[in-house]
């Protein structure tokens, strides 16, 4: 994203992407300038950069196909990404909270009306979760909440751990491909330096920006097959120097990373600046980690969505062939992984508030389903 | 008699039209306007066709509504795999904008072709779709993989929607296959804006009606159309310039980089496509370049006094500090971001950026240039790659004495 719209902050309609002003709150980029998400700013204006400013104070996750999605993953497995939506869609991904305040007009004062409700029924009412940096439309967040166990890991602890590299594709959709070096932990081997417990389903990975999205503790210890390295197309880009040479297979797998350098350089911290796409707000560096998310099959990277001949052979833009891109689950800027078992995706570990200064820091929390240190 | 000597005729023929197009369904409706439009009319080759239409009535597309296309004998559906290099038709997509949408919505379907000496047919079955596009609403059918008979002149496609109500909907339109412009481009002249960009300039071509310029990163590699956007194209959208001058930058395409070589051609083309392309024309996009580095890559070196330490880097041209943030030092092994480190440019020397730090004795450190961190003095927007170097501080620094 960098190329995608991948959250959702109660998009009932149109409001799904694009017009991003250079306004920066903490809700996703691409969703920056959703109508309800000004609304949302305007009713509690102290609320910006809380956890409760974000997609989920309105969304909520579910399961696809038996697999529990995150809010933006699971509102765009069920909205879609373009029109035309299913109807009623968007519906099945609103909390209590996001039913509510649509009952109640969907408007400024539409959080008026619901303040004094407590649409989760934890015995808190809306206003008072919102005050108290709180999510109204989930029970299990409330304001006297236990906090989960968490690790704080700092660049040095992560550069204790196992390192792994791994020469891989990076395929997206609008901004161009690119192979390029990783190196960071093994997920799985950080996890379980985290202390994971046996009865942990998935994780959550988010950005310093909001954006998150879940991957089950299944995939996240699997290996994949690489694909053949390419220099002669000009939307992939390549370092110079690569060890593989053009048009051979890949050697070795691919897993998931916690990365912190590319190409043997640490990663830039991630800042979000103007001019991107569309002269919007992007995010601007990709550290100090990155989660990676391999390519599950080595095919070849596509056009770019945004070039005029992204419809031409070869390897015209291809958003229906079953690979999803990778880029998308690259998530620049990780400052925090919440680990959830089957039956508690309501972790509680509050980092909203001081996620760009653990970017600064160089710090990474994984809290949830793990060992109580 | 004369009457039904007249119709008679016509009414066969409207008849074995609805039985093949519409199964004799008597609640057939006509599209209005179809146009065609292709990436390419001239004989031989190989484009993209989008078929351009709207109904009078609404169309209800539901999974199951079905669209199918029929063009004249010599045309060919090229439609393979969908991870092939050249999927073509089986990326056939249906788009369309109501009122009010932001977006255009994309159905997308599964695609039959028939290639047959009579002519080629290919059957859409929409999937994944419940929605009503209002009557007059443009509807786009974009059918890429479609190869032109080998002839010029004037030819019709047939298509016809049947939609989730049974209601079945057709029209035609004629398009001409023709030659393009012969000639080519000359004096193709590209120069460098800044790291980023290019602007190119080349002579006129008599009867050309548009240019085309293709970019790629070897000259023997694949070429790119060298536009910008900053959106997605709208369906069936073709670059239309007709200016003998352009600027660029790769925007969607990952942009270009800095001390990277590009090469760019040229062709000039009419209402059917598109000449012979100019030469490839190489151009280098100027960097701010590394020279020699203090102290040096991989050495261990003393370089503290009682300000802290000292690292240089000395580059090929006057610079300023474009972004702080993106030089920075870290200690190797451990990754730590050394916070404290001054830069600045040398007052006296400008290609020369200093760096004072506390550095921990006896540490291997790292220091790096993100790119961009520098800028040319002299030529706005003329960047660094991205570089580094590390060095090793010595056991006991001098620091305090």
Known sequence: ?373 | MTFMKRYIPLIMAAVLVMTMFGGGRINAAELSAVTIKASSLVPGETGRYTLNFHSDQPLRLTPGSVINVEFPAGFTFGCRDIYDQKPGCTLTKLEFKNPGDKHYGVVNGEVKVKNQASGAQLEFTMEKVNVVVAPGVDIHLSIPGITNNNAIGSYTARLEVRDGTGTVFSGTDRFVLGLPTAATPRNLKVTESSSYQVSLAWDPVPDAKRYQILFSRTINGEYLQALDMTREPLPGEEWLLQDTKHSFSARGNGGLEPGRTYYFKVRAGNEFGFGPYSKPLAVSMPAVNLLRCSPEDKTAAEISDQSGNHMSATVDQPVKIAFKERIQVYEKVTGIQIRDAVVVVDPEHPNIVRITASLKPGKEHLVVFYEGALESSGQPKVVNRMFGWTFTTAAETKRGN
Not at chain 1, 122 to 137: K, M, R, T
Not at chain 1, 216 to 222: I, P, T
Not at chain 1, 338 to 346: F, G
Request: proline share 5%; with cysteine; net charge negative.
């Open chain 1, 1 to 373: 994203m960098e190329k995608k719209l991948r959250g959702s902050f109660f998009t009932l309609t149109t409001l799904l992407i694009l017009s991003i002003t250079l306004t920066v709150f903490a809700a996703y980029k691409s969703h920056l300038n959703d109508a309800d998400t000004v609304r949302f700013l305007q009713a509690y204006p102290n609320a910006q950069g809380t956890k409760a400013d974000n997609c989920f104070l309105c969304h909520t996750g579910g399961t696809v196909e038996q697999k529990y999605l995150n809010a933006c993953n699971y509102c765009h497995a069920e909205y879609g990404y373009k029109a035309p939506h299913p109807a009623g869609s968007i519906s099945k991904t609103l909390n209590p909270f996001g039913v509510a305040y649509r009952q109640a007009g969907r408007n400024v004062e539409a959080f008026a009306a619901i303040a004094g409700y407590d649409s989760d029924q934890d015995g808190v009412s809306n206003e008072e979760e919102i005050n108290q940096a709180c999510l109204p439309g989930d029970k299990f967040d409330r304001p006297d909440s236990l906090v989960s166990p968490a690790v704080i890991y700092t660049r040095e602890m992560l550069y204790q751990l196992p390192r792994t590299s791994q020469f891989m594709v990076v395929d997206t959709a609008k901004a161009g491909d690119y192979f390029a070096t990783y190196t960071g932990v093994h997920i799985w081997q950080l996890l379980q330096d985290a202390g994971i417990l046996d009865s942990a389903t998935d994780i959550i990975v988010y950005s310093v920006d909001g954006y998150s999205s879940n991957f089950s503790v299944d995939e996240l210890q699997k290996s994949f097959e690489q694909g053949i390295y390419v220099t002669k197309y000009p939307w992939i880009k390549f370092p110079e120097g690569a060890a593989p040479k053009a048009g051979q297979q890949i050697p070795g797998k691919l897993c998931y990373l916690l990365a912190y350098e590319s190409n043997g350089y640490p990663l830039l911290a991630g800042k979000l600046v103007n001019g991107g796409h569309g002269d919007k707000v992007h995010l601007s560096g990709e550290g100090p980690y990155r989660f990676i998310a391999p390519l599950t099959t080595g095919v070849m990277p596509d056009r770019s969505q945004w070039s005029m001949d992204r419809d031409e052979s070869p390897y015209p833009y291809n958003p229906n062939r079953p690979v999803l891109k990778n880029s998308d689950y690259c998530i620049k800027a990780t400052v925090a992984i919440q680990v959830n078992t089957a039956d508690n995706k309501s972790y509680q570990y509050d980092w909203s508030n001081k996620a760009w200064q653990m970017i600064e820091q160089g710090e990474l929390v994984i809290y949830g389903a793990i060992k109580q240190r």
